[in-house]
């Protein structure tokens, strides 16, 4: 296979398996990966020239085929990896009714190259490629266009698709990409038909936005040419909300957002972190200034009048919310992205960093789901979003309170109580509702530094009871 994307031994078998009743091709992201440099993840085979149950039994041999469906055409194997390969029919698509899901499929095995790849989303998705020549199948210039880093529509059918809007939004994140103008009106004369999207679609789209992009700007940028960011107002009204220059020269707050997700991306922080915390730390920094826009005013601050935006950390946390909730996201995001955007100037107040060690306790337990961790990452993208200024004094204040954090032990999780309820039994009371607001003053007592042990909290305990 010189010439190919090294192959699983797995699939390497099963395609000498399918070649001898079919003509087999990868198609869609695996080659538009390896055409980028990078390593493949999911490989998809299309099989022309040989009908549904001859491609089931060509592949039979390696284990469970799970049909998708005959009139799909798409048969899944996972294979001795425990790697999924879906294997397709070429097919023809014909819309029958409104948004992502009204579709006619008709597999047709007879379809050439060219034909099987027109009715794929962009051209750098429309590329297939011989597994065992390496040679490229590339109707639609698909690989031109990976070099010029350009998302361009197959065919006018993009836009029976609306998702597909969506999917260039994420794409141009994750590969750094930029929209074809062409493509770009197309998805303004579909923006309507956004209604039309079932929410878990939405978000599936969003997902690959928050955990994989390299470049998340562009994605934004694609979100404003289409029109598209219409359909998220709280990320909307960013646009044309002002900031001041002498703090903020590299625009308004939708341009201080998008240098503000590029620093993130390029952290290290957030580049080694598993899924989960990409993408909650993505969104965090997206929603931080979402409460500028109605708390912008002109006022006097500093012996001149200035943009400031008085309260805008508190008044993001509902709107955080809000656009979590349109998006789709699952629910347990929500506490703590919130949290992040409503504490993350905190390191400005007082602007001395010199954070007691009941504030630190305080600040990790506000954030809990979330780390001080987590707010020193955020924190750290903002700073680096106000290109040209330096971020070297904010930074500072930030390592400050990361320091103070990591002396206690709170840089990555919440206090807990050291007294419990067991604690109050072992003293004789019995359980009734005296228990919560004891419970409750100790915890206020250890977060204060009264104690910091079980002995000083027993004690602590004693003396309150008499």
């Not at 601050?301 to 200035?306: I, L, P, Q, T």
């Amino acid at each position: 296979m010189d010439g190919a994307p090294p192959l699983p031994d797995d699939l390497r078998a099963m395609l000498d398996s399918v070649r001898r009743v079919g003509r087999p091709r990868l198609v869609g992201g695996c080659v538009r990966d390896w055409l980028l440099g990078l390593a493949p993840k999911d490989f998809d085979v299309e099989v022309a020239g040989v009908d549904f149950e001859g491609l089931r039994r060509a592949l039979s041999p390696f284990g469970p085929t799970d049909v998708v469906g005959r009139s799909f055409g798409v048969v899944k194997v996972r294979g001795a990896s425990g790697s999924e390969y879906d294997f397709s029919l070429p097919r023809r698509e014909s819309k029958t009714g409104a948004g992502h899901r009204g579709f006619a499929v008709e597999p047709d095995p007879g379809l050439g190259d060219a034909e099987a790849a027109a009715r794929r989303d962009f051209t750098v998705n429309a590329i297939a490629l011989d597994p065992f020549t390496g040679a490229l199948a590339d109707p639609f210039g698909g690989e031109a266009d990976l070099r010029a880093r350009i998302l361009r529509h197959t065919s006018p059918a993009f836009s029976e698709d609306p998702l597909r809007v969506l999917r260039a939004f994420q794409l141009a994140s994750r590969f750094d990409f930029r929209l074809a103008p062409e493509t770009a009106a197309l998805c303004r004369e579909i923006a309507a038909a956004f209604a039309e999207l079932p929410l878990e679609r939405v978000w599936g789209e969003w997902d690959k936005w928050a955990a994989e992009s390299v470049r998340p700007s562009r994605g934004l940028a694609v979100l404003e040419e289409t029109g598209w960011i219409r359909h998220f107002p709280e990320l909307a009204a960013l646009r044309g909300t002002p900031q001041e220059p002498d703090w903020h020269p590299e625009g308004d707050v939708m341009d201080h957002t998008a240098y503000c997700m590029d620093a993130l991306a390029g952290l290290g922080e957030w580049t080694g972190a598993p899924a989960p915390r990409r993408r909650m730390l993505s969104l965090a920094v997206l929603a931080h200034d979402f409460g500028k826009p109605p708390t912008t005013v002109r006022a006097e601050k500093r012996g001149a009048v200035r943009w400031v935006s008085p309260g805008h950390e508190s008044a993001g946390g509902p709107l955080a919310e809000s656009f979590l909730r349109r998006i789709g996201a699952p629910r347990d995001l929500a506490p703590p992205v919130r949290a992040l955007v409503v504490h993350h100037l905190v390191h400005h107040h007082g602007r001395s960093g010199d954070y007691t060690d009941a504030q630190v306790r305080r600040l990790a337990r506000k954030l809990s789901p979330a780390t001080i961790d987590d707010l020193a990452v955020v924190m750290t993208a903002d700073a680096l979003g106000r290109p040209p200024l330096p971020a070297s004094d904010i930074l500072a204040l930030v390592g400050r309170l990361r320091a103070r954090a990591s002396g206690l032990a709170l840089e990555a999780k919440a206090p807990r109580p050291i007294i419990l309820g067991r604690h109050l039994i072992a003293m004789g009371r019995k359980p009734g509702p005296d228990f919560k607001p004891l419970l409750d003053a100790a915890f206020e007592a250890q977060l204060d530094g009264t104690f910091t042990d079980e002995a000083g909290g027993l004690a602590w305990l004693r003396e309150r009871l008499g």
